[in-house]
C-alpha cells in the first residue's frame, strides 16, 4: 500500500495570504469549497503547521478557526528573522510565506 | 430607508498606483450622495524614514508623491463636499497642509479648510516607561528617530464636523481614517462598540487599498482576475445600523469577491476575536459575509468591545547599515559557480559580518538566515542562479565591505559572474511600547497659512 500517493499539497484546497507585524507572521488559509474546511481542521494543525516551518524556529504557534468564512487563520512567533526592518532576508515581510505553507502535504481522503 | 455613506480609498502604502483616485471621485460624482476619499499611506517603517527626510531638509518629511496623488481629483473634491482623509501627513504634517493649501490655491480655491491632527509625536519620558527592558537596553544602544502612538479617529471625525474639507494626520491607526468620515457622518456614540467595530473592520478592508479587489490575490489558472492591469480600488458602502458592503468604482478591473474579502478581512489579524485598535475590539469571530451582487460583498456579524486601555506605540530607532550585493551565474554549474563565489565571501568577510547567502532561482525567500529551509534545484546541473549577499552593521565602512568583496568577484571570482549590483542603506529598528491614553494629549487645528 502506497500511503505517500494519497497526499496532496494544502494548495489545491486552500488559498492563503501572510501579514505581518514586527516579527510575528499570519497566514490566513481559506478552503475553496464548503465541503472541505473539515479536511482543513483536521490537517491543518498548529502543530503540523509548526513543524513544517520548523527551520524558522517559531517560538509559539496559534491556531484560530473562523468556521462561517471556513478560514483557519496562523499567527507565528518569531519566525521573521526581526521582522521588516530587521530581516537580512530578500522578503523582509515574509509575504512569500503563505506559499510554502500551502506546499505543506495534506491527507485529503 | 436609511442613506449610504461611501468611503473610498485610493492607496494603500506610500508607493501605491497614482491616478486610481479618478475611477472612484466619477462614481462618487454620479451617485451624488455623501462620501469621503482616503489615502493610507504610513507603514510601519514609512513614518521613521519620513523622519529621516524631515532631518535632512525641514521642508520634506511628509508623502513625496502627496501632489500627484491629489491634484487630478482635488478641485472635483471640494467642489462636490467630498472630504479628504489621509496620513500622508507623516512626519511632517504642517508640510503637507502647505502643500495641499498651495495646489488648492492653483486650483482656484484660495481659503480650504485644511484639518491637522496632532498628538501622535510622544517624546521619551512618555514612553520610557512604557518599554521592556530588552527594548530599553536596545534604545540605549542607539538612537532615537521617532517615536509615535497610533492615534484613534476622534479627531479626523470632529474635524470633519467642523467643516475640515481636507483632513492631515500623522501616525493614526490605518482604520481610522475611516471610522473618523463615519462617525461624523452618522454621529453615533463613542461608546457603541458595535458601530465602531464594523466601521474599524470596514477600514480594515479598506486600507490596503486594491488588495481587497484582486490586487494581490491573483494566480493565473488557479485564481484569476480581469483585467488586473487596471485594478479599481475600493469603496466600502455604509449604512446607520452598520452594514458594511464593499465594491469598486464600475469601468475598472479587479474582482471583490468572496474570497478576495476574507482575504483581506483576515489579513495581518492575530486573534480574531480580538483586533485591537485605538477605538474598539473589533470581534470578527463571527463574521459573515454575503456575495450581494456583481462585485459586491456584504460584511456583517462583527462585533465591538470597548477600546483597550493603552495606545500602540512604535519606537524607531537607528539600526545602523544594510549592505546587499548580488550577481549571477547562469549555464552549466551555474549553482557550483555560486557556491564558491559565497565560499569566497565568507572567507574573506565572516570574521566582520554576520552573513546571509541566498541563491536566487534555488532558495532565497523560504530559507532562514542560518540558510536551512527548503530549496529546489533544476535538472541537468544547468541553471540560472543569482547570488544573494547581506549583511548589515552600525558601522558603514565595515557594512560596505560586504560590496566591495561582491564587486571584486567580477575579477576574483570564479568563471562567468556577471551582472553586480550592490546597495548600502540606512536601516531602521522598530520597538513597540504600550502607553497609557492619559499620557498622550491628542487635537485637530486648522491650517492657518505659512507663519
Not at chain 1, 494544502?10 to 472541505?36: C, M, Q, W
Not at chain 2, 458594511?244 to 476575536?273: F, I, R, W
Request: charged share 20%; with cysteine.
Amino acid at each position: 500500500m502506497n500511503l505517500t500517493k494519497t497526499r496532496i499539497p494544502l494548495y489545491e484546497l486552500a488559498h492563503a495570504r501572510t501579514g505581518d507585524k514586527g516579527n510575528r507572521s499570519n497566514i490566513s488559509v481559506i478552503a475553496y469549497r464548503p465541503e472541505d474546511f473539515a479536511i482543513l481542521l483536521r490537517e491543518v494543525t498548529a502543530e503540523k503547521v509548526r513543524e513544517h516551518f520548523s527551520f524558522r524556529k517559531p517560538t509559539a504557534v496559534q491556531r484560530y478557526e473562523l468556521p462561517n468564512l471556513c478560514a483557519l487563520n496562523f499567527v507565528m512567533d518569531d519566525v521573521l528573522e526581526g521582522g521588516v526592518n530587521l530581516s537580512l532576508n530578500l522578503d523582509t515581510h515574509g509575504k512569500s510565506l503563505s506559499y510554502w505553507l500551502l506546499a505543506m502535504e495534506i491527507d485529503p481522503s | 430607508m436609511s442613506t449610504l455613506y461611501r468611503v473610498g480609498c485610493a492607496a494603500g502604502f506610500s508607493g501605491d498606483r497614482l491616478g486610481v483616485a479618478r475611477p472612484i471621485v466619477d462614481e462618487f460624482l454620479r451617485l451624488g450622495e455623501p462620501a469621503c476619499l482616503i489615502f493610507e499611506s504610513l507603514a510601519e517603517r514609512t513614518l521613521a524614514l519620513a523622519q529621516l527626510d524631515r532631518r535632512q531638509n525641514p521642508a520634506l518629511g511628509f508623502e513625496p508623491l502627496l501632489a500627484e496623488m491629489l491634484e487630478p481629483i482635488l478641485a472635483d473634491c471640494l467642489l462636490n463636499n467630498i472630504p479628504i482623509v489621509g496620513n500622508f501627513g507623516a512626519a511632517n504634517p504642517e508640510g503637507a497642509a502647505s502643500l495641499i493649501a498651495k495646489l488648492a490655491k492653483a486650483q482656484g480655491f484660495p481659503s480650504i479648510k485644511i484639518a491637522i491632527v496632532r498628538g501622535d509625536e510622544i517624546s521619551a519620558s512618555v514612553f520610557m516607561a512604557c518599554l521592556d527592558q530588552q527594548s530599553q537596553d536596545a534604545l540605549s544602544n542607539s538612537s532615537l528617530v521617532s517615536a509615535n502612538v497610533y492615534l484613534g479617529a476622534r479627531e479626523i471625525a470632529d474635524a470633519l464636523n467642523d467643516g475640515a474639507q481636507i483632513v492631515v494626520t500623522g501616525r493614526v491607526a490605518d482604520p481610522a481614517l475611516t471610522v473618523g468620515p463615519l462617525m461624523a457622518h452618522f454621529k453615533k456614540s463613542w461608546s457603541d462598540w458595535n458601530f465602531l467595530a464594523q466601521a474599524t473592520m470596514a477600514g480594515h478592508l479598506l486600507e490596503c487599498g486594491a488588495q481587497v479587489t484582486g490586487g494581490y490575490f491573483a494566480d493565473p489558472g488557479v485564481k484569476d482576475v480581469p483585467d488586473l492591469a487596471s485594478v479599481g480600488f475600493p469603496i466600502i458602502e455604509f449604512d446607520e445600523f452598520g452594514n458594511c458592503c464593499v465594491t469598486k468604482a464600475p469601468n475598472t478591473g479587479g474582482v471583490v469577491s468572496l474570497m478576495t474579502v476574507t482575504e483581506q478581512l483576515l489579513y495581518e489579524v492575530h486573534d480574531p476575536a480580538r483586533y485591537l485598535t485605538p477605538d474598539v475590539i473589533a470581534d470578527i469571530s463571527q463574521a459573515q459575509l454575503e456575495l450581494t451582487g456583481e462585485n459586491k460583498v456584504l460584511l456583517n456579524k462583527v462585533l465591538g468591545h470597548e477600546k483597550p486601555a493603552t495606545l500602540k506605540a512604535n519606537i524607531c530607532i537607528d539600526g545602523g547599515w544594510l549592505a546587499e550585493a548580488e550577481i549571477s551565474y547562469a549555464g552549466h554549474h551555474a549553482y557550483e559557480r555560486a557556491q564558491l563565489a559565497a565560499q569566497i565571501i565568507r572567507e574573506r568577510l565572516s570574521d566582520v559580518l554576520d552573513l546571509r547567502i541566498d541563491y536566487i532561482g534555488s532558495a532565497s525567500v523560504f530559507p532562514s538566515e542560518d540558510g536551512s529551509g527548503p530549496s529546489f534545484r533544476a535538472q541537468g546541473g544547468f541553471e540560472d542562479i543569482r547570488l544573494r549577499v547581506a549583511a548589515a552593521h552600525m558601522n558603514k565602512v565595515i557594512a560596505n565591505q560586504l560590496c566591495r568583496e561582491l564587486t571584486a568577484l567580477y575579477t576574483c571570482g570564479p568563471a562567468g559572474g556577471g551582472g553586480v549590483r550592490t546597495s548600502l542603506r540606512p536601516r531602521l529598528n522598530t520597538l513597540v511600547a504600550y502607553v497609557p491614553r492619559d499620557l498622550v494629549k491628542s487635537s485637530y487645528e486648522f491650517f492657518a497659512g505659512e507663519q
